[in-house]
Nanobody
Framework: EVQLVESGGGLVQAGGSLRLSCAAS????????IGWFRQAPGRAREGVSC????????WYDDSVKGRFTISSDNAKNTMYLQMNNLKPEDTAVYYC????????????????????WGKGTLVTVSS
């Protein structure tokens, strides 16, 4: 069974950094694309980043380019989201997700392909 568990969220001041982790089981990153999305209360889901190790394709939302970096340790079946220079508008629950295919080049492809995601971890950025 495919399972994803996020960790690493917390409270941080604007300009600070956090690294989120996602432990995966039931699949390998060689066969799946991986990604992160976020959701603030009362707001729609917002894609953050996605990646496919099979072809090396990566996508970032314009709001996080230059500040966030997605990565994975395939041997440990763990993905990460390094978040630097955090802003109050980054406050949200962050979810990791997986899609069975090489969909890291496009958020649209990843979003419609993803079939599992975790329960989320809360990131709060104070001004």
């Amino acid at each position: 069974e495919v399972q994803l568990v996020e960790s690493g969220g917390g409270l941080v001041q604007a300009g600070g950094s956090l690294r989120l982790s996602c432990a995966a089981s039931g699949f390998t990153f060689d066969d799946y694309s991986i990604g992160w999305f976020r959701q603030a209360p009362g707001r729609a889901r917002e894609g953050v980043s996605c990646f496919s190790s099979s072809d090396g394709s990566t996508w970032y939302d314009d709001s996080v380019k230059g500040r966030f970096t997605i990565s994975s340790d395939n041997a440990k079946n763990t993905m990460y989201l390094q978040m630097n220079n955090l802003k109050p508008e980054d406050t949200a629950v962050y979810y990791c997700a997986a899609a069975p295919g090489p969909y890291g080049r496009s958020w649209t492809l990843f979003y419609y392909g993803m079939d599992r995601w975790g329960k989320g971890t809360l990131v709060t950025v104070s001004s």
